[in-house]
């Protein structure tokens, strides 16, 4: 066997630096725990904490005083118990055959919802002797994963849901962030039919933008996600969040061109006057998506560059990008200057809206190749 040991290069070689203000996502959470009234506020730390790193944000959020995290797989839940061993730790993605003895071995609840997961963690408690903790997920408009409107009735009734511990009956708004729509208000009556079936265990529904519907369906347990990590919960409207993450790359090389001259993969953006360009080594393999790549008949991303927008120029390629910074004074675009990809007024909204999706795609694809600075959340 090979032990393979990987990590980040450091900021000083990297090409391309991120910057990780865990002090600004501890401030989100406050502000999330107490706009929600809830008694508790939870924060989803899936997909490696939004990109920013597990161990970083979970210790950040625990010095903050969250105790209660959500993630997506078993591995990721390991990670979490690691760092903050006294914490409740749910998987969301529920319990695939066999895993249960992985679960009570290492203390983690499932999201159970099916009932073929159900007998498996009630034998699980019987192996156990005791009734173990699990979430219970109701779908209530999703059609993802969950049980089904017409199959909590005969849930309640299951005895099955008598060997195991019921610690949470959840389920997940779709619409939250588009709040003229009905679907939210919908759901809540969805949900409020479940809990009356399913009378006194602890209730979860409001995500990140669900904190800002009104009125705001917290209950007993709040769950923060993306909006931890700065992204918009009230899209059209001011950001009420710190921003986490700053994303910058050091110019590689400048090069003027004339009128004409085609730039990078297929020629698909060409030089419409004479422009100076600027190359910075950050690509799609970066998880800077391809899609935000500039041709002659779409605008695509865009950098700062001594505070003035650069777009880019050309395809988004493997390692690099160009960029037009024909606007920016040559002593301020230059070999080592630095352009700023996330940042200022490009925020991972602005960052995703530009590469034709959303900011979570940006943010939980952000690569392991640049160099990682975390600013102290002390």
């Known amino acids: 066997m090979i032990d393979v040991v990987t990590s980040s290069p450091s900021p000083e070689s990297a090409p391309a630096t991120l910057t990780i203000d865990l002090a600004a996502l501890a401030a989100n959470w406050r502000l999330l725990r107490d706009r929600s009234g809830a008694p508790d506020c939870a924060a989803v730390v899936k997909a490696d904490a939004y990109g920013i ?8 959020l625990h010095q903050a005083g969250c105790r209660t995290f959500f993630v997506a797989h078993h591995g990721e839940a390991v990670r979490v118990r690691a760092t903050a061993p006294d914490a409740t730790v749910y998987v969301l993605n529920g319990l695939l055959p066999g895993a ?3 679960f009570v071995r290492d203390g983690i609840r499932p999201v159970i919802g099916s009932f073929d997961e159900l007998a498996d963690w009630a034998e699980a408690s019987r192996d156990a002797g005791r009734r173990l903790p699990a979430a219970i997920h109701v779908d209530t408009g999703m059609n993802r994963l969950g049980f089904q409107p017409d199959e909590v009735e005969r849930l309640a009734a299951d005895p099955r849901l008598g060997a195991i511990e019921p610690a949470l009956l959840m389920s997940h708004l779709t619409s939250a962030d588009e709040p003229e729509k009905p679907a939210s208000r919908l759901q809540v009556e969805a949900f409020d039919r479940a809990r009356a079936a399913l009378p006194g265990v602890p209730a979860s529904l409001a995500n990140s933008s669900g904190h800002f519907l009104d009125p705001t369906p917290a209950y007993d347990v ?4 993306y909006a931890l990590y700065g992204g918009n919960p009230v ?3 001011p950001n009420p969040m710190r921003p ?4 910058e790359a ?3 090389q400048t090069r003027t061109i004339p009128a004409g001259t085609p730039v990078g993969y297929g020629g698909a953006w ?10 910075i080594s950050v690509g799609y393999a970066d998880g800077y998506l391809r899609q935000a790549s500039a041709t002659d008949a779409h605008d695509g991303g865009a950098a700062l560059v001594a505070g003035r927008l650069c777009p880019f120029a050309g395809r988004v390629s493997m390692d690099l990008i160009v960029l037009d910074v024909t606007d ?11 352009a700023t990809l996330i940042g200022d007024a490009l925020d991972i909204d602005e960052v995703g809206r530009r590469a034709g999706t959303i900011g979570y795609e940006m943010l939980t694809g952000l690569g392991r190749r640049y160099g990682r600075r975390y600013l102290d959340a002390a």
């Open 53 to 60: 790193g597990i161990e970083p944000a979970v210790g950040a």
């Open 100 to 102: 249960s003895a992985a």
């Open 222 to 225: 709040a769950r923060a996600g």
């Open 235 to 237: 899209p059209g409207h």
């Open 244 to 247: 986490v993450v700053r994303l």
């Open 250 to 252: 050091r110019i590689v």
């Open 270 to 279: 060409t030089a419409k006057a004479p422009r100076r360009l600027a190359t």
């Open 328 to 338: 920016v004074p040559e002593a301020e675009a230059r070999r080592g200057s630095v």
